[in-house]
């Protein structure tokens, strides 16, 4: 199976908001391309385009993997930003320490890692304060 | 609903995205907090937003919404519009506040998705 395993990397850069979603889209043109149900899509996509928007406005960049076998999508998140203090506090909806310049860009309302969590099958968190951050998540097929 | 009776009933501009006119909806949502958007998936086919950046475009298109409606008479940007072109989606823009825009929507039978 490890063989028939597709890996695809993509670079998040953390001082451009704009282009903050970049390789999900890409990531959503691939997993079209390979047939993958419209729905599984939607989930794999809006997982990781959260994941990719808290790279960017929390952690200064990172960078993205995503691995599709027959049976799964993982994707894998990883930053060396500051990390997560308190992980079980950040996964409640509406926790947030997004300041207010991001809010009025739309995001900044304590649901990304929720909204993360919702869509996929399963998700974990590596992180600690000065060692960055890693989510691992997976859409099973 | 079509799009173009979208069009009509909140008197908008069409900006990009003639081919989704004749395109059939049944629910929008209208909120300026993307994550709250990308929090509820039911099909919503259109956005509803006083929101003008780029990840705006992005959110659409990860949740396969097919149109954007600016409402107080927001304008994309020409980077907003090429994405928008490149993902098909049909953006638009409408004197109406968000609250007369939805309530239009809803009244002319655009049904039970909206949200915020
Ligand atoms: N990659 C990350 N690096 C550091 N902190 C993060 C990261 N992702 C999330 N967090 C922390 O978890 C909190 C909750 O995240 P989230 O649910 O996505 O909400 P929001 O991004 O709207 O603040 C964030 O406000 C932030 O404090
Ligand atoms: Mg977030």
Same mark, same amino acid.
């Given at each position: 199976?490890?063989?028939? &395993? ?71 998140? &990883? ?17 947030? &320490? ?21 869509? &996929? ?21 | 609903? *079509?799009? *173009? ?7 908008? $501009?069409?900006?990009? /995205? ?35 950046? @780029?990840?705006?475009? *992005?959110? @659409?298109? !990860? ?14 940007? $020409? ?6 072109? $490149? ?7 409408? $004197?109406? *506040? !968000?609250?007369? @825009? ?10 039970? /998705?909206?949200?915020?």
């Amino acid at each position: 199976m490890s063989e028939e &395993t597709l890996c695809f990397h993509f670079d998040v850069d953390g001082d451009d908001f704009t282009s903050a979603g970049q390789a999900s889209v890409q990531v959503k043109k691939l997993l079209r391309e390979l047939g993958v149900s419209p729905e599984v899509i939607r989930r794999v996509s809006i997982a990781m385009y959260e994941g990719e928007i808290n790279m960017v406005i929390h952690a200064g960049g990172g960078k993205a993997d995503v691995l599709v076998d027959e049976t799964s999508i993982v994707i894998i998140l &990883t930053d060396e930003g500051p990390g997560i203090p308190n992980i079980k506090q950040a996964m409640q909806e509406g926790y947030s &320490t997004a300041p207010d310049n991001v809010r009025s860009l739309g995001f900044g309302a304590g649901m990304g890692l929720p909204n993360m969590k919702r869509y &996929t099958d399963h998700m974990e968190i590596e992180s600690a304060p000065g060692k960055g951050t890693t989510i691992k998540m997976t859409v099973e097929l | 609903m *079509r799009i *173009r009776q979208i069009q009509e009933v909140l008197e908008a $501009e069409l900006i990009v /995205g003639e081919g989704t006119l004749d395109k059939d909806v049944h629910s929008a949502c209208g909120s300026d907090m993307m994550s709250d958007v990308l929090a509820y998936v039911k099909d919503q086919a259109v956005l509803l937003t006083g929101l003008v950046n @780029a990840q705006v475009i *992005r959110t @659409a298109q !990860m949740m396969d919404m097919i149109c954007i409606v600016f409402v107080r008479s927001k304008q994309p940007t $020409e980077d907003m519009i090429e994405l928008a072109a $490149e993902a098909g989606i049909t953006l638009m823009s409408t $004197e109406k *506040r !968000m609250y007369e @825009a939805c309530g239009l929507l809803y009244t002319a039978g655009l049904g039970n /998705g909206v949200i915020a």
